[in-house]
Nanobody
């Protein structure tokens, strides 16, 4: 069973950037699918980005063009960089692997 711990969230001004991290333990995820989701207050959980087992990437429309998902095999960590943050990016961000979820990290975009 994999354990996932997200970090890197915080309060950022519109136009800023954040790099979120998802540290995995208990199982190597270096060659497996890992997803980032987010859940805004009062809304459902939406897919943000995916990195596949071959390193292929997929992005949700809400972050396409300003987000990068990447993998650090040495630390068994998946990162999500989001640039040009907008107030509508405010949400709790979760990573997921094989239906296992982390506890999430809060991102708040506000001036």
């Amino acid at each position: 069973q994999v354990q996932l711990v997200e970090s890197g969230g915080g309060l950022v001004q519109p136009g800023g950037s954040l790099r979120l991290s998802c540290a995995a333990s208990g199982r190597a995820v270096s060659s497996e699918n890992v997803q980032w989701y987010r859940q805004a207050p009062g809304k459902g959980r939406d897919l943000v980005a995916v990195i596949g087992h071959l390193g292929t990437t997929l992005y949700g429309d809400s972050v396409k063009g300003r987000s990068t998902i990447s993998r650090d095999n040495a630390t068994n960590t998946v990162h999500l960089q989001i640039n040009n943050l907008k107030p509508e990016d405010t949400a709790i961000y979760y990573c997921n692997h094989n239906m296992c979820w982390g506890q999430g990290t809060q991102v708040t975009v506000s001036s």
